[in-house]
């Protein structure tokens, strides 16, 4: 059964959608940046294993804060999700505030996870190290095998990766109007039964004063 008079149906249903349409994005992005860093990394050290030679890869950094941006993205999703479908049967004040406050803290969670990542995209590169038996190749050697394979160890020109911190700040954004949203129709419903026109529709019960007026007039007619 479909809830009327729900506060703000339209505008949540919007922010609610769009938030879950790009949390969506943003965690595909995020798988898809794992499997193509993978792979990657796997061209190369298969190019340096006939040589004889050992790559070491490290992208540490940039991997343990997209992981928690891709699985906050996910929960983003389910959230928004979840509030969608309660948009359609209930108007308690108590699931509007739960959810509100939760996707507000995922909301500030996202944002916490993709500073440093559009820092280390921005500003970094992989460590890319290698070594024939025990002694260490010069980097010029390295960025020339890069370079015969197309693969680059610089983040920002590595468009997965751009592609990775990109969208999920769009997803931050209609996560923070949904969020809003929520505990501004939370707060309206909770304050709905004190602003109720019925309550102050009755007449006033007559004063002992004005009943006694009325008695007397009775008796002098």
């Not at 505008?11 to 990657?40: E, P």
Request: charged share 15%; glycine share 4%; with cysteine.
């Amino acid at each position: 059964m479909v809830v009327a008079n729900v506060p703000y149906r339209l505008a949540r249903t919007a922010a609610l959608s769009l938030a879950f349409i790009f949390s969506v994005i943003g965690l595909a992005m995020g798988i898809n940046a794992l499997v193509k860093s993978n792979d990657q990394k796997d061209l190369v050290k298969k190019a340096a294993a006939p040589l004889g030679a050992t790559v070491n890869i490290d992208t540490d950094d940039v991997f343990d804060v997209g992981c928690v941006v891709t699985a906050v993205c996910a929960l983003i999703a389910a959230t928004s999700l979840l509030s969608l479908v309660l948009l359609l049967f209930t108007r308690s004040a108590r699931a509007l505030s739960f959810l509100g406050f939760f996707l507000t803290f995922l909301t500030v969670w996202l944002f916490a996870s993709l500073v440093p990542m559009t820092d280390f995209v921005a500003n970094r590169q992989a460590k890319v190290s290698a070594f024939l038996g025990a002694t260490p190749l010069p980097d010029s050697i390295i960025q020339s095998v890069q370079q015969q394979l197309g693969v680059t160890s610089v983040y920002r020109q590595i468009h997965y990766l751009r592609l990775a911190v990109a969208l999920p700040w769009i997803a931050f954004l209609f996560g923070a109007i949904a969020s809003a949203l929520e505990l501004i129709a939370a707060r309206r419903v909770r304050n709905a039964p004190l602003a109720n026109p019925a309550t102050t529709s009755a007449e006033p019960a007559p004063s002992y004063k004005e009943k006694g007026d009325a008695d007397v007039e009775q008796v002098q007619v």
